[in-house]
């Protein structure tokens, strides 16, 4: 996705900047955690740092989630600010304040976001996703394992950090992304760590697939958020956060920062002016492979619009997850009633990383489907199921795994599997940068899979769904999943955005009926 931002009209002047850096909230101790960071921002670079902190002790803990609001202190200082940094957590103040804080924002003026400010209020549980294009759902596990996206490795605010890292605190469910958000860093969870192999040797993940660190563009205006920041697990004196949170300063505010960093430079860096806004790779595809639609099939997506789809992401029912009832957020839209949501690029569907799924207006039972898809070249350093992770998911529930594994052993999780149930009986993948195709028949709960033209899957029986799939005993209102001998019969098909712009073409179903069907 093309972003563009309006320059900052500081960073063509000679004035110095002034921060303003909001604090607030016990269980991450942002008041004292966030003093070095402004601190280093006054004495390295020069500028001028007003310091404002929410003296609201158990505010954020309050047991009726309801806390009596209060005043936050200098707060008409923050007129004053060119840009603010940000990190509370479960606010309430009284309006002469609140009106201070939301000036800034309503100014169009640059913001740099941490950790908890996904959540930042009781109450105003559209804050985060107006103003830094994320939400936060829940805080689904223990662990993480964190990687630079590969779509935007070169964006300012990952310049210099390391490509990939783990075991940290777990990701914040922060799907699905507002439109103008860029996502340059994701994350998967674990619930645990896992000794033989810790941090990024470990990719059995329990969870989705998250941005953890992502840009937006608010009306022009240059955000950031950043949603580690636990010292609890030295994310804060970490260099992949300090080179996160020092590049998104400078970003924020229209000043070019430096292949390596702006650390990389340490105090000899200078505050020059972008020379132009960052702007993603152009990258070429092959074109589409030509598809004749042949009788009793039906077009799902025929390169021109997706009239047939809609928008689906793991935090809405039928979810595979449990959100957080204290601070679910709300907005921008009405993700149940929103539209498909991918892009549409020289006559493909791109896979949205961070922006959910898309799934089928109309249910199905028994079918065959086929579809193309191209999934992009990547860089050595990006490896295992973070090389063009997708799928389609039949009535759902279960996963035929979309994966750039050319060449590798074929496992339960490579490309064509049944998702962490059954290996391809062949490995017929083709590179990645090229197309592919898959042909899929789902017959009475029985699975049979032609990958590239062989058959990789033959009348394989599904029972419970694959990981992440719709949850059998759950339904959406008034459209039940019927089941069938104890299988899932009935459900819309379901592509996958998870962490790789997948390009997918020419998708077309054919219904298949039994004797017993009307």
Sequence with gaps: MLISFQFSTLAQSSKKPTAVFITGGDEYQSRERMKPFAKTLEKDYGFEVIYIKDDAPGADTDPDHDPKPTV???????????????????????????????????????AVAIRTTTHAFWKDRTFAPKYFGGHYKTHYTERIVCQVNPEH?????????????????????????TDGATPVVFSYGHWRKHEESPGIGNDSYDSPNYPVAWAFNDNGARRAMITLGSYRVGDLKADYFKNLFYNSVFWSLGYEVPAGGVLSEGKAFKMVEEKAPYKPETVDIPAVPAYKLEEDWEVL???????????????????????????????????????????????????????????????????????????PEYPEWVT?????????????????????????????????AIYRDKAPDFEASKPAGQWQTLEIEFMNGLVTVLLNGVKIHDQVKVGRPTFLGFPAAQSFAEISFDSFMGVVSKGPIRLQGENSEVRFANVAIMRLYNDDDD
């Design 72 to 110: 936050l202190e200098n707060a008409e200082k923050i007129r004053d600010a060119d840009l603010m940094v940000v990190f509370m957590r479960f606010r309430n103040w009284e309006p002469k304040s609140l009106a201070h804080f939301m000036s800034h924002f309503e100014a169009g003026k640059p």
């Design 153 to 177: 490795a070169e964006h300012p605010m990952v310049r210099g950090v390391e490509r990939k890292w783990g075991d940290g605190e777990g990701p914040y469910v922060s799907t699905p992304l």
């Design 301 to 375: 997506f025929d390169g021109k619009d997706l009239s047939k789809w809609k928008h689906y992401d793991v935090t809405m029912a039928p979810s595979p997850i449990f959100l957080d009832y204290r601070a679910n957020s709300e907005g921008p839209i009405d993700y149940a009633l929103a539209p498909a949501r991918w892009e549409i690029k020289e006559g493909t569907t791109v896979a949205r990383p961070g922006f959910g799924d898309i799934i089928t207006k109309e249910y199905y039972s028994n079918y065959k489907l086929r579809f193309d898809y191209y999934i």
């Design 384 to 416: 295992g199921e973070w090389r063009g992770n997708s799928g389609v998911f039949l009535n759902g529930s279960w996963e035929i795994s979309i994966l750039d594994s050319y060449g590798q052993e074929a496992s339960n999780r490579s490309n064509g």
